[in-house]
């Protein structure tokens, strides 16, 4: 097939530099790691003799796209229909997580869970599970049958919620600690501290989230910033001491470069500088910032600061609409269009990979497709259908195949999907 994978960020839409592009390319693969990438017949020369060969013409092959902030739990939430963020929560969100308390319920959508993402060309997410440590019980221990590089964490919340989606400061550490044992580094698992956001935590809890970060610096940490104005007001007189949102995780020392910051749309210029000098990292949930009408995420203004703020994109599923990331960036384009800023097509592959790997701290091991990299690869289609077969024939460049894959592309676009060096299958 066509291999593509970024080195750098694009600069503008003809910076050829920015990736490795080969129209005959090929990958060699060995014990789930990409072992060459290159020209097939230099790669396929330098093959071991039984080396299956696996033709992917005329297709694109792109690391796997990667989703660095979506809810496991919220399968059942899409699509719900409510005014705004606390509403969604308060009327389906929470009462839907409250089933997890169900292991069987739990176990089968995980399984539905990684059939979806791998579906759609997703081989990397970053999940919140429920408040129940058995979510996170079924997500890692499905991850791990399909050999998938996943984080996730069991959600600590102890008020403003139902009672039967609370924990304690106590039980939210033992059980994330537990959480931690049973599952960091367990295959390719990475466990992320999750605390939800500011108005489901406690001071004490929050202190307990300290606790966790402290013992466990290496960890991703993971939760909400500035969604919606009303959250952001609400916020705010729970935690009348705090300078601004930001300012209540910075004080529990929870801003680092391993922290992940869902939506972060309404930043002052202060919560914006406090998040570049800490390196942490702004969470752009395109569609579901525009399915919840929470705002748009001024990507440019936070990019042009004398310190970038840290950017990476993500479906959001149950607030997002759509699991596809290629979806995700069509409407994070239009988002830019409505603030009069462009967002070019190589910026948006960009992000999906090695951007994305790159906000993990994880581009040694995923978002690319260099040699010594975990095998993790979607090829895609940018003619998967008539309407797109159609607009195919005028293409005459990689980065309009790019965009033309953007805008009309979906799950129809993914021919397959590698997790590990292995085709996915769907199990459920
Ligand atoms: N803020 C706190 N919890 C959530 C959630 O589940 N989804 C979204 N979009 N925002 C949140
Ligand atoms: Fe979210």
Redesign the pocket.
Known sequence: GRTLSFIRAPEHIDDTGSYRYESEGALLVEDGKIVAMGNFATVNAAAPEATVVIDHRPYLILPGLIDTHV?FP?MQ?IASYAAN?LE??NTY?FPE?CRFVEQAHAERIARAFFDEFFRNGTTTAVA?CSVHKASADAYFAESLRRGSLMIGGK?MMDRNAPQGLLDTPETGYDETRQVIADWHGKGRNHVAITP??A??STPEQMERVQALAEEFPDLHIQ??LS??HD?IRYTCELFPDARDYTDIYAHYGLLGPKSLF??AIHLSDREADAMSEAGAVAVH?PT?NLF?G?GLFPLRKYQRRDKKLRIAVAT?I???SSYSMLKTMDEAYKIQQLLGERLNPLESFHLMTLGNAEALSLADRIGTLEPGTDADFVVLDAAATPAMRLRMETVKSLAEELFLLQTLGDDRSVVETYVAGRAARPVS
């Open positions: 809810h919220q939430v963020l969604w929560l969100t997580e919140y959600v939800r956001f108005i489901t939760t909400h969604e919606n959250e869902g939506h949930c579901s919840l929470s959001d149950g607030g997002g």
